[in-house]
């Protein structure tokens, strides 16, 4: 029986910076240290979303239509940006290990990508996988202007789909429009928000000591 389409939001969540850091990194300890930080994201978006698998150095998730509402997938996003760069900052501060893996570390940061589309639930080589044209639209996404130009800068790239089914106002968030083409699937429109910039917010902020 052939699989029924579903729709829902589609999420990768992407270490920025990975692939120089694992060059300049002990191959002891890079992994492991990429690893934690990826449990770090994946335990602040789920849920609402579901994680489908890991790739490499990105966590690739989704959430089906109806399962929460646009202003929870957002804050699952922010929390997610937020306990990462609080981990990178532990790491940084807490550690005594003078290794590259730990020293270069916090020179990682994080990009999201979320798109709204269709999809179908099926298995390859006994896994659990998600195919669709919209799957590789999101994937794509990770080759894009947007993130090439972004170097180290933490942020959420939203396309058009996803900012009218959440629903969010482009303008009163202060997203970034832009574009993007893809080949075969076309240009798609996008808006990008900074999240380096609620970081510097949340750092900057005073806290209360209780004794």
């Known amino acids: 029986m052939a699989a029924s389409p579903e729709a829902g939001f589609l999420v990768i969540a992407d270490l920025t910076g990975y692939t120089a850091y694992l060059a300049g990194s002990e191959i002891e300890h890079a992994p492991a240290i990429a690893g934690d930080l990826l449990e770090t994201i994946v335990g602040r978006l789920e849920p609402p979303f579901r994680l489908t698998k890991v790739e490499g150095d990105a966590a690739f ?16 996003i922010e929390a997610a940006y937020i306990a990462f760069r609080r981990r990178l900052r532990s790491i940084d501060q807490a550690t ?11 020179k990682l940061d994080l990009k999201v990508f979320l798109h709204h589309g269709a999809y179908i639930r ?9 195919a669709g044209s919209d799957v ?3 994937h794509r996404l990770l080759e894009g202007t947007t993130a090439a130009g972004a170097r180290a800068n933490g942020f959420v790239l939203f396309t058009e789909a996803a900012v ?20 075969h699937l076309g240009r798609v429109a996008t808006f990008t928000w900074d999240l380096e910039a609620r970081w510097q917010s949340e750092a900057a902020a005073r806290r209360l000591e209780i004794s």
């Open 96 to 106: 005594s290990c003078d290794c590259n893996s730990c020293r270069l570390a916090p």
């Open 122 to 130: 099926g298995r390859i080589a006994g896994r659990d996988e998600l």
């Open 61 to 76: 998730l989704h959430a089906e239509d109806g399962r929460a509402d646009g202003s929870l997938l957002l804050d699952a």
């Open 136 to 138: 590789i639209l999101v």
């Open 164 to 183: 009218e089914a959440l629903p969010l106002d482009p303008i009163a968030l202060g997203l970034m429009p832009g574009e993007e083409s893809i080949e």
